[in-house]
């Protein structure tokens, strides 16, 4: 149980183009999801936190208008990345939890690679 | 500055050694937890330790929660190549979790 996916697993888009990635937790609702960024060789790094029905909640230097996260329903996330740039190019991790509370109870998905040329 | 810090940030090893990776913080935890991440995969959870003085083991690998709960250390015995990925500690701060930097670890058959 627990399961998590991401759409797509990796992704190529030119400069100035956007790209969404969904998060959907399988067997269960997630009242709260978080993104993560990840460069290669370095730890998870929280984007931003999201609740179903409310806007999310950006960390500090990630800017809201970049990084359009909508949780729509208990079992979909999307973060659309918009006119990306070379320097977007990373591992976009999402996480579900159960409860607005659970923020050490959370259930990984795989990842999305995403390259900007 | 890392909320936890994560020593060494890489460790080369040949099979059969042992090893510990450790994860230092001077804020009190209520519990740090241990994950694995293997190249273009999400972290998976190892365990979650939560009273101090805590002991865990999962097969050859030792847990341990420091008594004032603001470190941990992994223990791996006699690794294998299998063993090899990315070692990240994690702690609830505030309404979040929070990541080590991380320890890079190659096991060499």
């Known amino acids: 149980g627990a399961v998590v996916s991401q759409h797509p697993s990796w992704v190529i888009c030119k400069s100035g183009t956007s790209v969404k990635i969904e998060c959907r937790s399988l067997d269960f609702q997630a009242t709260t999801m978080f993104w993560y960024r990840q460069f290669p060789k370095q730890s998870l790094m929280l984007m931003a936190t999201?609740?179903?029905?409310?806007?999310?909640?950006?960390e500090q230097g990630v800017e809201k208008d970049k990084f359009l996260i909508n949780h729509a329903s208990l079992t979909l996330s999307t973060l659309t990345v918009t006119s990306a740039h070379p320097e977007d190019s990373s591992f976009y991790i999402c996480?579900?939890?159960?409860?607005?509370?659970?923020?050490?109870?959370?259930?990984f998905g795989p990842g999305t690679r995403l390259t900007v040329l | 500055t890392q909320l936890l810090e994560q020593s060494p940030q890489f460790l080369s090893i040949q099979e059969g050694e042992n090893l510990t990776v450790y994860c230092n913080s001077s804020s009190v935890f209520s519990s740090l937890q241990w994950y694995r991440q293997e190249p273009g995969e999400g972290p998976v959870l190892l365990v979650t330790?939560?009273?101090?003085?805590e002991v865990k083991k999962l097969k050859r690998l030792t847990f341990q929660f420091g008594d004032a709960r603001k470190d941990s250390s992994l223990h791996i015995t006699a690794a294998q190549p299998g063993d090899t990925g990315l070692y990240l500690c994690?702690?609830?701060?505030?309404?979040?979790?929070?990541f080590g930097a991380g320890t890079i670890l190659r096991v060499k058959s």
């Open positions: 994690a702690g609830v701060y505030g309404n979040k979790l929070v």
């Open positions: 996480s579900a939890a159960t409860s607005g509370r659970s923020w050490d109870t959370q259930y």
């Open positions: 999201s609740n179903e029905g409310s806007k999310a909640t950006y």
């Open positions: 330790v939560v009273t101090g003085g």
